[in-house]
């Protein structure tokens, strides 16, 4: 089965839960597609696709990992998204939201 298992430190900084649906961008080769999200160790820096999904990313592809909300137009007015920007070493280097 295709999956993303994410650090779970990882997962905690950008509002992730397990299994949840997440969408994939492959800015080194373009493509993309959606998947679902594992946990994997704390604090270990893994980003890490699974069965399926492992045939579309090479090691040391740069990802986009989104995940989506549906909120009213009152919840809008004042939701923020989050967002982390990491190293190569998958280390946070920015967060915000």
Known sequence: EGSISIDKHLMEAANLFPYEKVAIYDVSNGERFSTYVIPGGRDSGTICLNGAAARKVSRGDLIII????????????????????????NKIKHRSG
């Open 66 to 89: 989104a995940s989506y909300v549906v909120v009213d137009d009152a919840e809008a007015a004042v939701w923020s998204p989050t967002s982390i920007l990491l190293d190569e070493k």
